[in-house]
């Protein structure tokens, strides 16, 4: 499975973006896919994730109410649609894709990454 995140950009504080994760591979359908960030110095994080089926979604709390994560199996990507976006959500925002078990917080449990795409969000 190859990943391509798009869909960064500038914003100010309170905006809007929305992120998009196209994959290639017939088996993108059977992939749980996750949504991470990266800042300058800081550890990668996780934003949200989705069941391969869409019947299971989860957030931490520095992102619940303000993203929501969705899919479409049919055409190969997954969503992020940020909403309220911060200053401290500026980061790189990378997705990835989990193909079996379990651990869609910690990114050594993904098989396969996209290349990035940056949101700087203004104040």
């Known amino acids: 499975v190859q990943l391509q995140a798009s869909g960064g950009g500038l914003v100010q504080a309170g905006g809007s973006l929305r992120l998009s994760c196209a994959a290639s591979?017939?088996?993108?359908?059977?992939?749980?896919i996750g949504w991470f960030r990266q800042a300058p110095g800081k550890e990668r994080e996780f934003v949200a994730a989705?069941?391969?089926?869409?019947?299971?979604?989860y957030y931490p709390d520095s992102v619940k109410g303000r993203f929501t994560i969705s899919r479409d199996n049919a055409k190969n990507t997954v969503y992020l649609q940020m909403n309220s976006l911060k200053p401290e959500d500026t980061a790189v925002y990378y997705c990835?894709?989990?193909?079996?078990?379990?651990?869609?917080?910690?990114?050594?449990?993904?098989?396969?990454w996209g290349q990035g795409t940056q949101v700087t969000v203004s104040s």
């Open positions: 591979g017939r088996t993108f359908s059977t992939y749980d």
């Open positions: 990835a894709a989990l193909g079996r078990g379990t651990g869609w917080t910690t990114p050594p449990k993904y098989d396969y």
């Open positions: 989705i069941r391969w089926s869409g019947s299971s979604i």
